[in-house]
């Protein structure tokens, strides 16, 4: 059996990975829409030719 302490340690690892997992979800939803940003942009620029 897990000691208490065990127990907190644990569940502070899994609070740190779900923070982790909340930060790289966030990161790559803005990169998405970073790069949806630009190929708009692009493609209205060469449609200006």
Same mark, same amino acid.
């Given at each position: 059996?897990?000691?208490?302490?065990?127990?907190?340690?644990?569940?502070?690892?899994?609070?740190?990975?779900?923070?982790?997992?909340?930060?790289?979800?966030n990161?790559?939803?803005?990169?998405?829409?970073m790069?949806?940003?630009?190929? &708009?942009? &692009?493609?209205?620029? &060469?449609?200006?030719?």
């Amino acid at each position: 059996m897990e000691s208490i302490q065990e127990q907190h340690s644990s569940a502070g690892q899994q609070a740190l990975l779900d923070a982790q997992l909340d930060l790289w979800h966030n990161t790559f939803a803005f990169i998405k829409s970073m790069a949806l940003k630009c190929a &708009l942009e &692009l493609h209205t620029l &060469l449609q200006k030719r």
